[in-house]
């Protein structure tokens, strides 16, 4: 049986990190990510993009920054904080997002750059005949979200098969 539901992968980069004399796994959020991620929880709440699914990487920023945008969510989705989202690649990444089971309609993967855009830009389906082979980098800044669609199962998602559907920086809120 093929699962062609429709899934939604939204991808958050953490919120401005201070630089304090810490290991950079223990860096936590600066006054503008405290500030920015509530603002990015709301917006997200505000457009319906309610995950039921979490994977956080388990360095300080983003799990604080988990914390405030959750509270701004409301609900109680499952959330994983996960160590290989920790400085991982597009496409380590990637195989978190293919590891999700099957009920989980819309998750939320909440990791760090370079590998978060990397993993945004190669999502990105790239209409055929634009005059580009492919898509213009995603580039995502502290608490930067870009949230994408696609049609089966977590296992099927693949670089080029997801719509993105919005895109949004604390900037423009």
């Known amino acids: 049986m093929v699962d062609?539901?429709?899934r939604r992968l939204t991808l958050l980069r953490?919120?401005?990190?201070?630089?304090?004399?810490?290991?950079d796994q223990e860096r936590p959020l600066a006054k503008r990510g405290r500030r920015d991620a509530?603002?990015?929880?709301?917006?997200?709440r505000d457009h319906g993009y309610l995950p039921d699914?979490?994977?956080?990487?388990?360095?300080?920023?983003?799990?604080q920054t988990w914390k405030l945008v959750?509270?701004?969510?409301?609900?109680?989705?499952?959330?994983?904080?996960?160590?290989?989202?920790?400085?991982?690649?597009?496409l380590t990444l990637l195989h978190l997002a293919r590891e999700l089971p099957g009920q989980y309609?819309?998750?939320?993967?909440?990791a760090h750059n370079p590998g978060i855009s990397d993993l945004a830009t190669g999502l990105t389906a790239w209409p055929a005949g634009n005059g580009s082979s492919q898509p213009p980098d995603l580039l995502l800044p502290t608490a930067?979200?870009?949230?994408?669609?696609f049609s089966g199962g977590w296992p099927g998602?693949?670089?080029?098969?997801a719509r993105l559907v919005d895109f949004i920086v604390p900037a423009d809120l």
Do not use: M, N
């Open 53 to 63: 699914a979490v994977v956080c990487s388990d360095a300080r920023r983003t799990r």
């Open 70 to 90: 959750a509270r701004e969510l409301g609900g109680s989705p499952s959330v994983r904080f996960e160590p290989r989202a920790y400085d991982a690649s597009a």
């Open 157 to 161: 998602l693949a670089p080029g098969q």
């Open 38 to 44: 509530p603002r990015i929880g709301r917006w997200l």
């Open 144 to 149: 930067g979200v870009a949230v994408f669609e």
């Open 14 to 23: 953490h919120a401005k990190s201070a630089w304090p004399d810490v290991p």
């Open 105 to 110: 309609r819309a998750a939320l993967l909440i």
């Open 4 to 6: 062609d539901t429709p």
